[in-house]
């Protein structure tokens, strides 16, 4: 496993893992128990937008727990002109992105609710997912030399090394090249070789409740209670 770029609320790496594997652990994301904004008691509401509305968007702004709450409230009392953001919400979480607009209020106007947040999954809805995943082979690419300078231009930090009358381009980065090549190379009427290797590129983003290592260890910790469990009822069946 090589790490290949690591930002707060993502982290890229490649893993000799297969793709049947990765692609367990991808689906688990939507399993890891996450908290979000639950039920909105709106009393006060002199925006244009509907209480509806409102309570949707609430309802997708990523929170953190504070001390390792998994249930609390979150204010929103504000009589001001201008727009009213999440990070107005005040209370027993924090909200990770102030600046999602939730509404807009004119002079004299005002909006009074009250959250509730519950912990829950991806699979029940998307306000519950910590973030994503996905990842694509490791691979190289073998095109005609005449091409070498063409690539370059467009990809200019893609590996290549050359063999015999072939260029090989090595897409093994957080940057698919691939694609790129095959376009160009189709263009020109003709075709690469690829061949993929034993080995993925792996991307999982955050989308800021917790960290993505975090994100990528809990997927892959719910999957093995999941298997143990499903071990355990098979063991008894028979």
Do not use: W
Not at 144 to 151: A, L, R, V
Request: aromatic share 6%; charged share 35%; glycine share 6%.
């Amino acid at each position: 496993m090589k790490k290949l770029e690591k930002t707060e609320n993502q982290v890229v790496f490649t893993a000799e893992i297969s793709e049947t594997i990765a692609n367990s652990i991808r689906r688990y994301v939507s399993q890891v128990p996450i908290a979000a904004i639950d039920e909105v008691e709106i009393s006060r509401n002199d925006s244009a937008l509907y209480d509806e509305t409102i309570a949707h968007r609430l309802g997708l702004v990523p929170l953190k727990s504070k001390k390792g709450k998994k249930q609390g409230k979150l204010k929103l009392e504000l009589k001001k002109e201008g727009v009213i953001y999440s990070g107005d919400l005040k209370g027993d979480f924090e909200v990770v992105y102030e600046k999602i607009p939730i509404t807009v209020l004119s002079d004299k106007q005002e909006v009074k609710l009250v959250v509730t947040t519950k912990i829950g999954k991806g699979s029940e809805h998307a306000k519950f997912s910590p973030g994503l995943m996905f990842y694509r082979f490791v691979s190289e690419i073998a095109i005609d030399k005449d091409f070498y300078e063409e690539i370059k231009k467009v990809c200019p930090d893609a590996k290549m090394k050359e063999k015999g009358n072939k260029v090989i381009i090595i897409d093994d980065g957080k940057k698919e090249v691939a694609d790129v090549c095959k376009g160009l190379i189709k263009k020109a009427g003709k075709k690469a070789d690829i061949e993929e290797k034993n080995e993925l590129v792996i991307t999982v983003e955050s989308f800021g409740q917790t960290s993505p290592e975090n994100v990528f260890l809990s997927s892959i910790e719910v999957l093995k209670k999941d298997l143990s469990s499903l071990g355990k009822s098979f063991n008894k069946a028979i």
